[in-house]
């Protein structure tokens, strides 16, 4: 397991269970977790010369980089953060990825050990989750409401959605539980440790054929 190189990139709209995943698997498996929300932060700091930016402007920051450089800013990120190897740790994810050249560029860095797993959720759902976040309960809900589709009118969060059909694994989070995110998750990197050893039972038919083992195998099955 120690041997293992795995990179996540995490994509889903607002409010879509990302940080949480990402989160849980830290808790577990000890990933190392770069939030692409706080890079954009902290370049943004350091153009506005350390006045604090809010949700809009970093949006519009984040746009400005991916124009810049096709989206390689947070390729460059993460390497100046994690270092260009995995000597110290070999698990990691970044949250989130907002545009397919993001993901190219892990991708042609790091080959086979990225992994690009999006999350989904209908409108409705993603809403009400939005209003039910810490930061957002003290507003009233007309004005949480105004940030939230304030937020999803940004050009490039409009597009995330069609991440989906480049993802290693799409999971639904309004049909499962964060339990369930995580351990399909899990599952699909082979994370888990095996619950018990299965036997395989092999039938062979030794004469002419039709001797049914066709038969067999659908009642074991």
Same mark, same amino acid.
């Given at each position: ?23 849980? +698997?830290? $808790? ?24 604090? %930016? ?67 959720a209908p409108a409705h759902v993603?809403? $009400? ?9 003290? +507003? ?14 940004? %050009?490039? $969060?409009?597009?995330v959605p069609t991440l989906a ?12 539980? $964060? ?12 994370? +888990?440790? %095996? ?27």
């Amino acid at each position: 397991m120690a041997e293992r190189k795995i990179i996540i990139l995490l994509s889903g709209e607002i409010a879509a269970g990302k940080t949480t995943l990402a989160q849980k +698997l830290e $808790e577990k498996f000890d990933f190392k977790i770069l939030k692409s929300r706080l890079a954009i932060k902290d370049l943004a700091k350091k153009k506005l010369k350390g006045d604090d %930016p809010d949700r809009r402007f970093l949006q519009q920051f984040g746009t400005s980089l991916d124009q810049k450089d096709d989206g390689k800013w947070v390729l460059d990120y993460f390497q100046n953060d994690f270092g260009f190897s995995f000597e110290h740790n070999s698990f990691f994810i970044v949250d989130s990825i907002r545009i397919l050249k993001q993901i190219e560029h892990f991708r042609r860095a790091y080959s086979f050990s990225v992994y690009h797993i999006h999350l989904t959720a209908p409108a409705h759902v993603l809403q $009400e989750r939005f209003l039910r976040r810490e930061e957002i309960k003290y +507003l009233t809900k007309s004005i949480a409401l105004e940030k939230y589709y304030e937020a999803k009118q940004d %050009p490039t $969060e409009q597009q995330v959605p069609t991440l989906a059909t480049d993802a290693d694994l799409t999971i639904d989070s309004e049909l499962a539980t $964060e339990d369930d995110v995580f351990i399909r998750v899990s599952s699909f990197l082979k994370l +888990l440790a %095996p619950t018990k050893n299965e036997l395989v039972d092999v039938i062979v038919g030794g004469q002419f054929g039709s001797e049914g083992k066709g038969q067999i195998a659908a009642h074991i099955a």
